[in-house]
């Protein structure tokens, strides 16, 4: 043994044993069946599954070795052992590690072996769980619950029909089963390329549209009411789900129900709004449409649900056809500004123009208008061509500042420009007695971002310092005025660092 050299300290009992008993083999002077068999081998450990006192042993030995010969031998197991959720998790933590051996290909490029999941050798085990579950049985809900998950993970097209069938399934109210249900849903969303799926999903999130339309039909109907309330607030969480799994799956397929949905499923609208942003460019042009009012099945929709119709000062609010009159375009803009949609901005921009109205009443109190979103979208997408007509909307001092956003719009124009030339029309603003707190502060704040020179620096210093006059009469009376203080100095030392950064000399 002099040309071999191996350090003990890296060698256990086991493999050392092992050594031994394969150098005395190599001489015949001990029988086969005194040397144990190989602990990093699959199938030693394969052969105990079938030994109750071993068997546990065993499939923890098996989960450490990921080794997909173990999947069919595991799958028996699971059958025997009344389908253990243990051994099913074995099985999916296995099939869904990259292989070893038969599960690696060399790359014809680099020459290194690539290795993938074994999740065919699994599918057979995965199906039996969610094809038979019972709705009264804690584990084998569990158990399809866990396999539906792993079917999603898996990402395999064979396993759509049989996810279909579990989203179609007939459960009785809020029973067990809707988790089933809704894993199911989760991984169809995963496997979204498949046209079945999201035909399936649409499917499910129809049935809220239909919901909806009998509560609006069952309005004034009390007990009738009420108990379709029940009935969609029970479903809730399954219309929430699918609209996440159709986010999931970004395929434009579903862009008609999500915008459906997007007025017709009112608590579900932030998941809407993702899975339309997840959907991405293609919903662009159908958002435009809606801003512009040239999107036919939205506005049929609206007349429809009776929540905008005929709308006027005479007909607008909660005993109104006209319920959201501006609801439309509002939520249209919002989604136009997560994209970052720059087509958009010419219909945003044009649509300040145009008067405005509540998007929704929150009983007789009456919402934000579709100024609001238009503004907020605006100053996303952050397009420079878009600054003149926020300057004209923001110094209109002819309007009602309760219903036009003035102080949002002045807010963006210092984000849509690095032009100078609206400081002295700023300044007056901040500078004048009489002007609304939320105008002067945000026209103030809109001035420190722009200002690139230390001259024009003296409006805001003369801000403070009549603030600190008005501080410095009264302690207990002038509170708010201190308050202005603080903000007029922060301020002002924010356009400071400005004015330094720019270059400038400061004041």
């Known amino acids: 043994m002099s040309g071999i050299a191996v350090r003990s300290d890296h060698l256990g009992p086991t493999r050392w044993s092992s050594l031994i008993c394969l150098f005395l083999l190599s001489f015949a002077v001990v029988p086969l069946a005194g040397c144990p068999k190989d602990p990093y081998a699959a199938g030693t450990w394969i052969d105990d599954l079938d030994d109750p006192s071993k068997a546990e042993r065993a499939v923890t030995e098996l989960q450490r070795l990921k080794d997909p010969a173990a999947i069919g031998p595991l799958s028996t197991l699971w059958r025997k052992r009344s389908k253990s959720q243990r051994v099913l998790r074995v099985i999916i933590e296995i099939a869904g590690a990259p292989a070893s051996g038969e599960g690696c290909t060399k790359d014809k490029e680099s020459g290194k072996s690539v290795c993938q999941p074994q999740w065919a050798k699994a599918m057979p085990v995965l199906f039996e769980a969610i094809d038979e579950f019972d709705e009264s049985d804690d584990r084998s809900v569990d158990n399809a619950v866990t396999a539906a998950d792993a079917l999603g993970k898996a990402g395999d097209p064979s396993a759509v029909e049989a996810l279909i069938k579990v989203v179609n399934k007939n459960m009785v109210g809020l029973s067990k089963g809707q988790r089933v249900r809704l894993a199911a849903i989760k991984a169809l969303g995963n496997l979204g390329t498949d046209s079945r799926a999201v035909d399936t999903l649409i499917k499910v999130l129809d049935e809220g549209e239909i919901l909806q339309g009998k ?50 499923l009112s608590p579900a609208y932030q998941q809407v709004r993702r899975a339309l942003v997840s959907v991405g460019q293609p919903a662009v042009p159908e958002l435009i449409k809606i801003i512009r009012g040239e999107q036919p099945e939205m506005k049929a929709l609206a007349k429809k649900y009776k929540f905008n119709i005929d709308c006027g000062p005479d007909n607008m609010g909660p005993d109104s056809t006209c319920q959201a009159p501006s609801n439309l375009e509002f939520k249209a803009a919002s989604i136009l500004g997560d994209l970052y949609a720059r087509e958009a901005s010419k219909d945003l921009a044009d649509g300040l123009k145009k008067p405005p109205v509540p998007a929704f009443f929150d009983g007789d109190v009456p919402g934000p208008s579709q100024h609001t ?135």
């Open 215 to 264: 509560m609006a039909a069952a309005k004034g109907q009390k007990k009738e009411l009420a108990a379709l309330q029940r009935e969609f607030g029970g479903k809730l969480p399954i219309f929430g789900a699918t609209i996440n799994a159709l986010a999931e799956s970004r395929n434009a397929k579903a862009l008609p129900a999500l915008l459906s949905a997007l007025y017709t």
């Open 373 to 507: 979103a238009f503004i907020d979208a605006l100053k996303k997408i952050g397009d420079p061509g878009t600054a003149a007509a926020m300057a004209e909307y923001w110094q209109n001092d002819k309007v009602d500042p309760f219903t036009y956003p003035r102080p949002m719009a002045v807010d963006a124009y210092s984000f849509l420009t690095r032009d100078t030339g609206g400081l002295p029309a700023m300044a007056k603003v901040f500078s004048t007695d009489g002007q609304d707190d939320q105008l002067r502060l945000a026209t103030a704040l809109a001035y420190g971002r722009l200002v690139r020179d230390g001259k024009d620096l003296d409006p805001l210093s003369a801000m403070v310092k009549r603030y600190k006059e008005a501080a410095d009469k009264q302690d207990e009376k002038a509170k708010p005025a201190k308050v202005k203080l603080d903000e007029a100095k922060k301020i002002l030392d924010a356009a400071k660092k400005s004015v330094s950064a720019a270059g400038g000399k400061s004041a």
